[in-house]
């Protein structure tokens, strides 16, 4: 049985991922993923996710533009106390009262398959429903929207792009 990797300690989370963050579960007791609001995302780390999902490549500038006008970011970590890596990112726009619109949610290949999806959208859908946000929105590849929809998402009457949730 392979050794338990030692939880690092809060201190260290503090000062790598900021006051929002939490431990993600693994199935892998050698991978300690991290979900953070608080740490920047690094552009280059995101255009590389964006390639590894398949996505194609933005402006930097334009990307740059759009997580400073986002209403949420989050990121998915995989744990290293020198450079963590990222792993996974959501985004959301909208008031932060009513309405929100999630976007671009990726989940590195390597990374799939674990139920980190599902987590990355949890903690998304926490920090809305603290936020006060009752409606939300995504816009999904027609490949992934099943993903959303086994979730409890309601899909769009063509059943193609887009999904909803409602607070309950």
């Known amino acids: 049985m392979p050794d338990l ?3 690092p300690s809060p ?3 503090l000062s790598l991922y900021g ?3 939490q431990l993600c579960p693994t199935p892998n007791p050698q991978l300690q993923l991290v979900l953070s609001f608080d740490r920047t995302i690094d552009l280059i780390e995101l255009e590389q996710l964006c390639d590894a999902v398949g996505w194609s490549r933005r402006p930097l500038r334009r990307v740059r533009k759009a997580l400073e ?3 949420l970011c989050v990121g998915l970590w995989r744990h290293d106390g ?3 890596r990222l792993v996974g990112f959501a985004r959301c726009t909208g008031d932060g009262v009513v309405d929100a619109t999630v976007w671009d949610v990726a989940v590195h290949p390597l990374y799939q398959g674990a139920g980190l999806g599902k987590a990355l959208m949890a903690f998304v859908i926490d920090e809305l429903e603290r936020m006060g946000v009752d ?3 995504l816009f999904a590849d027609p490949h992934v929207v099943g993903f959303y929809e ?4 309601e899909l769009e009457p063509l059943r193609r792009r887009c999904a909803f949730w409602y607070a309950p």
């Open 5 to 7: 990797v030692p939880n």
């Open 11 to 13: 201190d260290l989370l």
């Open 19 to 21: 006051q929002r963050h």
């Open 69 to 71: 006008n986002s209403l």
């Open 82 to 84: 020198r450079l963590p």
């Open 135 to 137: 409606r939300v929105s």
């Open 150 to 153: 086994a979730q409890g998402w």
